[in-house]
């Protein structure tokens, strides 16, 4: 947006040259791209986030220079002239088809113009923010556009059919010529004026040419208005039109605005062009109520790590326009004006008094952490959890909560009946999923096109289902799927390693030592099928080992893919309540003693642990898997395992007579298992 350095004067005594003010401006968040000398006056380009649709305006800009320069806001005394009070017989009517769509609608009849040129004056200061000159009524309507930031819009009185207006939405079919020419067919997501014929503009864009003024308009109907922000963006979209006025609307505009804009144009049309305003007519209000703030100075001060004086605020928020009342030495009562609906709150008043108080100002400072392991919330529980499975080499997605029916259907581990979208766009968006395996099974199958090879991807979201007893449900999982291998360096040489479920299940393990779960286990029903999660009794899901059936529907081809999914909520729970203890490191060497075993497919790594726990005694202080081994050495049905067993004393260093013992009865316990045997 353009602002003039000039213009700004007529409103705030500024006391600093242009490039100065230009970087305050800056320094207060609104960024100034450049400043371009230009007869006589500097032109400002600057920034404005979309927040701040005050901002968009000679006046709004004026406003945060008097706060910024500690300088009184003021327009010049005789600036405005009222416009004529509400008249019933005004020779025109206004009626609104939804006041949601247009709250606010006021039409000022002013008679008796003579249209020609704008004076000089008015002409450069419009060419100085880039608008072009067209004739002294339009000129000035963008005139007050730019000053105050309310667009307005001047009709030819005598073309609009019946003296009616009726701000409606477009029928089906109608089409409209605007001012620059071009024809534009209508739909009903478009709001336009209508006359009792015909639209004569498309509302907050841009009017028609059948009703502009031209050369010959005596009298003129003057709009002000406030328009629906998401109306006014489609209609810009659908007509593929953008302009100063929509650009605004788009932004939002208040009643506060619209009155002084047309009070200002009405006194500039009956100065300048010698006409005679006799009528105003007002639909909607437009006047949403204010809101009342209770700022603390204490808490400000708490959160900027100033020294804030009640003085300093009271003037801070003065100049921005608010109104401020002292409840006590600590405490103002803050009404918020219509024009800044970017406000709310405590702490909106606490970005605008830090940033007219001044950023730079303010000391740097660490943050306050506590040494207390404990008080973690939920959302940081489940944040640690993706970065930890993210260490595990695993890549987060973020994939669609809408799924079509039939991925659901395949994946096995459903918690209730899905629910369905009424009206989908799409049939790959029939339902809110019930598990996000589904759509990371997609994005593997993706990968796999693009020839990637080290596929490792994790998510965690939200699944919805329906059950008979609870009704609508929504619970956090965590979904992980590998697939492919990936190429790592030994130390010696490069090793390839191809991803299976066991690379789940070490993640899965990774993650309930982090959450302290207790007594999970990992069952499989029969040799090859899938396993499922257990902390005691309670089942906390599935891995799901792809069969061919299942990767064809996914497009996963000729590959062996994996995934899991696991419910959240214990883990976060128990990692809430998990408290860390410290214990001393061990004094004394570990002995440790592998055992090579060849046992059945369907004995589980758990079942023979157990057993070397329970009979390896207070010695044993740790059992770890070193290796497995299949091939034509072992026979059909079986698995050869090597497990290391370390033992360790508090009191001293261990001795093989005392070590010998418990490691036979370890070998004892194994071999006399039935399915067990020593390798």
């Given at each position: 947006?353009?602002?003039?350095?000039?213009?700004?004067?007529?409103?705030?005594?500024?006391?600093?040259?242009?490039?100065?003010?230009?970087?305050?401006?800056?320094?207060?968040?609104?960024?100034?791209?450049?400043?371009?000398?230009?007869?006589?006056?500097?032109?400002?380009d600057?920034e404005?986030?979309?927040n701040?649709?005050?901002?968009?305006?000679?006046?709004?800009?004026?406003?945060?220079a008097?706060?910024?320069?500690g300088?009184?806001?003021?327009a010049p005394?005789?600036?405005?002239?009222?416009?004529?009070?509400?008249?019933?017989?005004?020779?025109?009517?206004?009626?609104?088809?939804?006041?949601?769509d247009?709250?606010?609608?006021t039409?000022?009849?002013?008679?008796?113009?003579?249209?020609g040129?704008?004076?000089?004056?008015?002409r450069?200061?419009?060419e100085?923010?880039?608008?072009?000159?067209?004739?002294?009524?339009?000129?000035?309507?963008?005139?007050?556009?730019?000053?105050w930031?309310?667009?307005?819009?001047?009709?030819d009185l005598?073309?609009?059919?019946?003296?009616r207006?009726?701000?409606r939405?477009?029928?089906?079919?109608?089409?409209?010529?605007?001012?620059?020419?071009?024809?534009?067919l209508?739909?009903?997501?478009?709001?336009?004026?209508?006359?009792?014929?015909n639209?004569?503009?498309?509302?907050?864009?841009?009017?028609?040419?059948?009703?502009?003024?031209?050369s010959?308009?005596?009298?003129?109907?003057?709009?002000?208005?406030?328009?629906?922000?998401?109306?006014?963006?489609?209609?810009?979209?659908?007509?593929?039109?953008?302009?100063?006025?929509?650009y605004?609307?788009?932004?939002?505009?208040?009643?506060?605005?619209?009155?002084l804009s047309?009070?200002?144009?009405?006194?500039l049309?009956?100065?300048?062009?010698?006409?005679?305003?006799?009528?105003?007519?007002?639909?909607?209000?437009g006047?949403?109520?204010?809101?009342q703030i209770?700022?603390?100075?204490?808490?400000a001060?708490?959160?900027?790590?100033?020294?804030?004086?009640?003085?300093?605020?009271?003037?801070?928020?003065?100049?921005?326009?608010?109104?401020?009342?002292?409840?006590?030495?600590?405490?103002?009562?803050?009404?918020?004006?219509?024009?800044?609906?970017?406000?709310g709150?405590?702490a909106?008043?606490?970005?605008e008094?830090?940033?007219?108080?001044?950023?730079?100002?303010?000391?740097?400072?660490?943050?306050?952490?506590?040494?207390?392991?404990?008080?973690?919330?939920?959302?940081q529980?489940?944040?640690?959890?993706?970065?930890?499975?993210?260490?595990?080499?695993?890549?987060?997605?973020?994939?669609y909560?809408?799924?079509?029916?039939t991925s659901?259907?395949?994946?096995?581990?459903?918690?209730?009946?899905?629910?369905e979208?009424?009206?989908?766009?799409?049939?790959?968006q029939e339902?809110?999923?019930t598990?996000?395996?589904?759509g990371?099974?997609r994005?593997?199958?993706?990968n796999?096109?693009?020839?990637?090879e080290?596929?490792r991807?994790?998510e965690?979201?939200?699944?919805?289902?329906?059950?008979?007893?609870?009704?609508?449900?929504?619970?956090?999982v965590?979904?992980?799927?590998?697939?492919?291998?990936?190429?790592?360096?030994?130390?010696?040489?490069?090793c390839?390693?191809e991803?299976?479920?066991?690379h789940?299940?070490?993640?899965?393990?990774?993650?309930?030592s982090?959450?302290?779960?207790?007594?999970?286990?990992?069952?499989?029903?029969?040799?090859?099928?899938?396993?499922s999660?257990?902390?005691?009794?309670?089942?906390?899901?599935?891995?799901?080992?792809l069969?061919?059936?299942?990767?064809a529907?996914f497009?996963?081809?000729?590959?062996?893919?994996?995934?899991?999914?696991?419910?959240l909520?214990?883990?976060?729970r128990?990692?809430?309540?998990r408290?860390?203890?410290?214990?001393?490191?061990?004094?004394?060497?570990?002995?440790?003693?592998?055992?090579?075993l060849l046992?059945k497919?369907?004995?589980?790594?758990?079942?023979?642990?157990?057993?070397?726990?329970r009979a390896?005694?207070?010695?044993l202080?740790?059992l770890k898997?070193s290796?497995?081994?299949?091939?034509?050495q072992?026979?059909?049905?079986?698995k050869?395992?090597?497990v290391?067993?370390?033992?360790?004393s508090?009191?001293k260093?261990?001795?093989?007579?005392?070590?010998?013992?418990a490691?036979?009865?370890?070998?004892?316990?194994?071999?006399?298992?039935?399915?067990?045997s020593?390798?």
């Open positions: 947006m353009k602002f003039s350095y000039n213009w700004m004067k007529d409103f705030v005594k500024i006391t600093v040259d242009a490039e100065t003010l230009a970087h305050k401006f800056t320094m207060a968040g609104h960024e100034i791209g450049s400043v371009i000398q230009q007869d006589g006056d500097f032109i400002f600057a404005i986030t979309s701040r649709a005050d901002c968009f305006c000679m006046t709004g800009m004026a406003r945060e008097s706060a910024i320069l300088k009184k806001f003021k005394a005789g600036f405005f002239k009222s416009v004529p009070g509400k008249s019933k017989t005004a020779g025109v009517s206004v009626s609104l088809e939804s006041v949601r247009c709250p606010l609608y039409a000022t009849v002013i008679k008796g113009v003579k249209v040129p704008s004076p000089e004056w008015l450069r200061r419009l100085s923010v880039g608008c072009r000159s067209v004739n002294n009524i339009v000129d000035i309507t963008n005139y007050a556009l730019f000053e930031g309310a667009p307005l819009h001047a009709f005598d073309k609009i059919s019946g003296g207006i009726i701000v939405r477009a029928g089906q079919g109608e089409s409209l010529t605007t001012i620059d020419g071009k024809t534009h209508l739909t009903p997501e478009i709001l336009i004026i209508a006359d009792s014929g639209p004569v503009a498309a509302a907050g864009i841009m009017g028609g040419d059948a009703s502009e003024v031209s010959g308009t005596v009298n003129v109907l003057l709009e002000g208005a406030i328009f629906d922000p998401v109306l006014v963006r489609k209609g810009c979209r659908l007509m593929a039109a953008q302009t100063e006025a929509s605004r609307f788009e932004r939002g505009v208040d009643a506060e605005r619209v009155k047309v009070e200002r144009a009405v006194m049309i009956v100065s300048l062009c010698g006409g005679k305003a006799q009528a105003f007519v007002r639909k909607g209000s006047a949403a109520g204010r809101k209770e700022f603390s100075i204490t808490e001060e708490k959160l900027l790590n100033i020294k804030l004086a009640t003085g300093k605020a009271y003037r801070i928020l003065s100049g921005l326009g608010f109104k401020v009342k002292k409840v006590s030495s600590s405490t103002l009562k803050v009404e918020v004006p219509l024009f800044r609906k970017d406000v709150q405590q909106d008043l606490e970005e008094i830090a940033r007219i108080y001044g950023y730079d100002r303010i000391v740097p400072t660490l943050p306050f952490v506590s040494a207390d392991p404990s008080g973690l919330s939920s959302w529980c489940v944040s640690g959890i993706k970065r930890l499975i993210a260490g595990q080499g695993f890549h987060e997605t973020v994939t909560g809408l799924v079509e029916k659901l259907e395949v994946i096995s581990e459903k918690p209730g009946e899905a629910i979208v009424l009206n989908p766009l799409s049939r790959e339902v809110l999923r598990s996000v395996v589904p990371l099974l994005c593997l199958a993706y796999i096109n693009q020839k990637q080290d596929l991807f994790f965690v979201a939200d699944i919805y289902y329906m059950t008979p007893s609870c009704g609508h449900r929504e619970e956090k965590l979904a992980l799927t590998v697939c492919g291998t990936r190429r790592y360096f030994n130390g010696r040489s490069f390839e390693e991803f299976g479920p066991l789940i299940k070490g993640a899965l393990e990774e993650l309930f982090w959450a302290g779960v207790q007594d999970y286990s990992f069952r499989q029903h029969s040799v090859g099928g899938n396993i999660v257990y902390a005691g009794d309670e089942k906390l899901g599935e891995v799901i080992i069969d061919k059936k299942q990767s529907v497009d996963i081809k000729n590959r062996s893919a994996a995934a899991a999914e696991i419910r909520e214990s883990i976060v128990s990692r809430l309540a408290r860390k203890s410290f214990r001393k490191m061990a004094l004394y060497p570990a002995v440790t003693r592998d055992i090579s046992l497919e369907e004995i589980s790594l758990r079942d023979v642990f157990e057993l070397a726990g390896g005694g207070l010695l202080k740790e898997l290796d497995v081994y299949k091939g034509e072992i026979s059909a049905g079986y050869g395992l090597t290391s067993c370390v033992y360790r508090k009191e260093t261990l001795t093989e007579a005392e070590v010998a013992p490691h036979a009865a370890v070998v004892q316990a194994l071999s006399g298992h039935p399915g067990i020593l390798r």
